[in-house]
């Protein structure tokens, strides 16, 4: 089935578009929604924002993460047990999206969304402030339904391409999505790594199947890595490495918002590129 065209384009299409301009990569920082507070999510992606982020991931807890390595797992955990359930999520960042010009997309489970209703899902999150979803564990058989359903609410939706994927595969996937397309740099579960991800061969191999920005995730932990992804690819997306940070300042007492600015800068100083993609390829 063809998908039918999202109405006008929405803050992530625009975020990207900028950074092509620019002749930079994207940072996209993840972050859990409630941990370590709710209260000051408001607070937490505005501070990514100044930090350099052009989209933020927002992770919505579950309690079966998938693909997610401890530190994320342990993040989902503590907001669960603190009573952040996806309506209080909606509602904190209903009231945050104002002060916000950063595009923000739902990393969610398809159980939650089955759980609450595929359409009625997507307006929700819509209606909350979402320009887009990450749906890590849909499987490409039910890709197309849920773009389609995605792109009817005006929202970009996200489909993910590891690197063990087949070719043919990978470009259906890149074909069912919308906003960008989220390729792993490494096979297995999230977490932080030391050596910087070799993704030149695998993001060469999708260029041709998409002009969508391809952004890359897992292990990528620092500014050389969000560099080493930029060169290849048009963004760099940040997890386990900022919510470890953000978890063990607040364990210190510290100012939690201030590190996560101060993180995202020290990322964001990776976004210019040494190497130049081409204009083929659909990318910046």
Known sequence: ????ERRDTNRIDRAFAACREQRRGALLPFVCAGDPSL????????????GGASVIELGIPFSDPIADGPVI???MYRAL??????????????????GLDVGLTAMVSMSLVYARGVERFFRDARDAGFDGLVLPDCPLEEGQDASS????????????????????????????????????????????????PRIEAPVGRL???TRLPIAVGFGISTAE??????????????????????????????????????FASELSVGLIRMVSVLPTAGGL
Do not use: N
Request: proline letters at 3%; hydrophobic letters at 45%; a negative charge.
């Open 1 to 4: 089935m063809s998908l039918p």
């Open 81 to 98: 047990g603190k009573g952040v359930t996806t309506d209080a999520v909606f509602e904190a960042v209903s009231q945050a999206r104002g």
């Open 149 to 196: 359903a995605a792109s009817e609410a005006g929202l970009a939706c996200t489909l993910l391409v590891s690197p063990t994927t087949p070719d043919d595969r990978a470009a259906a996937i890149a074909k069912a999505s919308s906003g960008f397309v989220y390729m792993l740099a490494r096979s297995g579960i999230t977490g932080e790594r030391s050596d910087a």
């Open 39 to 50: 209260d000051m999510l408001g607070d937490l992606l505005g501070a990514l924002e100044r």
């Open 225 to 262: 890595h969000v560099r080493a992804v930029c060169d290849h690819a048009d963004g760099a997306i940040v997890g386990s490495a900022l919510v470890k940070r953000l978890e063990t300042a607040s364990e210190a007492g510290r100012d939690v918002v201030a590190e996560a600015e101060a």
């Open 73 to 75: 797992a342990s993040a």
């Open 207 to 209: 260029r041709p199947h």
